[in-house]
């Protein structure tokens, strides 16, 4: 499978592959009033779940075969709200160890602008997965 139907959460939200490779992966999601909290902003918890979606998927580029991930922490500094258009999330690899991969991700606007909405950090478990 590739793009949106390698993963069913990208289905449900609704997330573009636009790129990966070498590191790095682009995700893009486009906002609908079904993901809004209670006062018509998207709900924070999207741009979380979208820019660890972007950091695993760049961190899958760089596995060795029989590899997998587990998401250990993670922080988000939500930096302003969206009600409409779409995100775009931008992750890279800062650095893979033998046990562990820092990653980090910026979420913004998929506009002109470019406006930063979210930047988050994570470190991810690298452990052999199970066939």
């Known amino acids: 499978m590739k793009g949106r139907d390698a993963n ?40 979380a779940a979208i820019a660890d979606e972007a950091m695993a998927l760049a961190l899958y580029t760089q596995l060795a075969p029989g590899e997998g991930i587990a998401t250990i922490a993670e922080s988000t500094s939500f930096i302003r709200g969206v009600r409409e258009g779409a995100v775009i999330a931008e992750a890279k690899v800062i650095r893979k160890g033998r046990r562990v991969a820092f990653m980090e991700s910026c979420v913004r606007m998929d506009d002109e602008q470019k406006t930063q909405l979210a930047r988050t950090t994570a470190s991810f478990a690298l452990t052999a997965e199970k066939t």
């Open 8 to 47: 069913p959460f990208f289905c449900l939200m609704g997330i573009d592959v636009v790129s990966y490779g070498e590191g790095k992966a682009v995700l893009r999601m486009t906002v609908r009033p079904d993901m809004y909290n209670g006062v018509g902003w998207l709900q924070g918890g999207m741009l």
